[in-house]
């Protein structure tokens, strides 16, 4: 298989096909009872098997394992057996096993690192990481496509065609198939800063306008999803990018313009209609046809905002405090919430929406130093890379910063895609390339 520019010559291998697929499946979020406990897993999660068996018994890719950088790989170890240690201090300092603690935390952990290491196994095809990052585009469209659909649906009250969960449920926050709408945003957010860094080389499958649409279609979406941790993780990205990518104004404003007039004719252009057929005064029994029923952004919308804004500064004092007690090992997994909820502090049992927070208070000052040291190796890394003219580098980086700005209002270390990427910018120390069969489609 050869690049050239924008075009992709030669057939495209299973391995590829596989991957794409699999970042299509990190937009769906589900909720499967285990053991009588309702688990969410990305759909991803039950994709994931079955390609690294696919991967294992492809033995000129797990290879590539072996080849990866030593030290990431032993850091990930040691977290990991720290993670385990924080699941027995939490039940030491709890007296309880949580759900919460031993699937959300310590398997959803296990499952993070095998999407690194997926990445690493993908990372020897190049070509794989466009394709990836042009997938994850792509599926950040169609799920915008799909949270603006149930929107408009709500609002002009068409709930019969809307899902049943967001019935009675539904704040007017898209976040389509995550079932979170601040992972939404922040997922859209991402995919919308991955699109304006490659607005110089888009692929040519498809005309220029309709990547300004997509585009606008990701601005109008990230705007609804009123997700302040994420808007914030985008103001730090783009200060970034345009740092380092000077012509950006045409894109944005075609992203801009597009936005406006998706906006325009999905919002207001069926009142405008109802309001054009009422004007002719022949016509009575369209009175209230396409009539918005469902505002957002009400004084009562408002104060439930500050009210996140109260909920995330006491999670900041009760959290400190209780780190303040167990310093080096903190509370355990499972121990905020345990005891928040015990002591009267936590009555809606909200976890901790700050990711730096959350390793603190639960895996003590050790945990935020190993999970610190790993983040900033891995930016240390790709920073050289990308000044040495690896553009994937860039990506990373920029998905790092707006995840650091992101991680100040929710917890985000859980976000799949964040392992995976980051597994695909781990440094293999040989050429891999020469291990591979000649035929792309035996790959």
């Given at each position: 298989m050869t690049v050239t520019g924008r075009h992709v010559n030669g057939p495209f291998s299973i391995t590829i096909y596989a991957s794409l697929a699999l970042v299509v499946s990190l937009y769906v979020t589900v909720t499967p009872a285990l053991f009588g406990i309702h688990v969410r897993l990305g759909l991803s999660d039950?994709?994931?098997?079955?390609?690294?068996?696919?991967?294992?018994?492809?033995?000129?890719?797990?290879?590539?394992?072996?080849?990866?950088?030593?030290?990431?790989?032993?850091?990930?170890?040691?977290?990991?057996?720290?993670?385990?240690?924080?699941?027995?201090?939490?039940?030491?300092?709890?007296?309880?096993?949580?759900?919460?603690?031993?699937?959300?935390?310590?398997?959803?952990?296990?499952?993070?690192?095998?999407?690194?290491?997926?990445?690493?196994?993908?990372?020897?095809?190049?070509?794989?990481?466009?394709?990836?990052?042009?997938?994850?585009?792509?599926?950040?469209?169609?799920?915008?496509?799909?949270?603006?659909?149930?929107?408009?649906?709500?609002?002009?009250?068409?709930?019969?065609?809307?899902?049943?969960?967001?019935?009675?449920?539904?704040?007017?926050?898209?976040?389509?198939?995550?079932?979170?709408?601040?992972?939404?945003?922040?997922?859209?957010?991402?995919?919308?800063?991955?699109?304006?860094?490659?607005?110089?080389?888009?692929?040519?499958?498809?005309?220029?306008?309709?990547?300004?649409?997509?585009?606008?279609?990701?601005?109008?979406?990230?705007?609804?999803?009123?997700?302040?941790?994420?808007w914030l993780g985008l103001v730090i990205a783009l200060v970034a990018l345009f740092i380092v990518r000077k012509k950006l104004l045409q894109p944005i404003i075609a992203g801009v313009v597009s936005a406006l007039l998706i906006n325009l004719l999905v919002f207001h252009a069926p009142d405008y209609l109802r309001q054009v057929i009422n004007y002719s005064g022949d016509n009575d029994s369209a009175q209230g046809d396409f009539r918005p029923i469902r505002k957002y952004g009400t004084q009562s919308e408002i104060l439930n905002q500050d009210h996140g804004i109260n909920v995330r500064l006491e999670q900041l004092q009760t959290a400190l405090r209780y780190w303040a007690q167990n310093p080096f090992t903190g509370l355990g997994l499972g121990g905020y919430l345990h005891r928040s909820v015990v002591e009267g502090n936590n009555p809606d049992r909200y976890t901790l929406h700050n990711s730096a927070l959350w390793l603190l208070a639960e895996t003590g000052a050790t945990g935020l130093i190993l999970f610190s040291v790993f983040f900033v190796r891995l930016f240390l890394h790709n920073y050289r890379q990308y000044q040495s003219g690896n553009e994937y580098s860039l990506y990373v980086l920029l998905m790092l910063m707006f995840m650091l700005g992101a991680s100040q209002g929710t917890e985000i270390l859980y976000q799949r895609y964040l392992w995976l990427f980051l597994g695909l910018s781990v440094p293999i120390s040989i050429n891999m390339n020469k291990h591979l069969p000649d035929n792309p489609d035996e790959r």
């Open positions: 039950l994709v994931l098997p079955f390609f690294c068996v696919y991967l294992v018994f492809r033995r000129e890719y797990f290879s590539a394992l072996f080849h990866a950088d030593k030290s990431t790989t032993y850091l990930l170890v040691l977290i990991s057996l720290w993670m385990l240690f924080s699941l027995l201090n939490g039940w030491y300092e709890t007296g309880t096993l949580g759900a919460w603690a031993l699937f959300n935390k310590t398997a959803g952990w296990f499952i993070l690192c095998c999407y690194f290491f997926l990445g690493v196994f993908i990372s020897i095809r190049k070509v794989c990481r466009e394709k990836l990052i042009n997938c994850f585009i792509f599926g950040a469209w169609l799920f915008s496509i799909y949270a603006l659909a149930v929107h408009w649906a709500h609002i002009y009250d068409f709930d019969s065609i809307v899902p049943d969960r967001y019935i009675g449920n539904y704040l007017g926050r898209p976040e389509a198939l995550m079932g979170n709408p601040n992972a939404f945003a922040i997922i859209i957010g991402i995919a919308l800063v991955f699109q304006l860094l490659m607005s110089k080389r888009l692929p040519a499958i498809l005309p220029p306008a309709v990547y300004s649409c997509g585009l606008g279609l990701l601005m109008l979406v990230f705007f609804y999803s009123r997700s302040r941790s994420a």
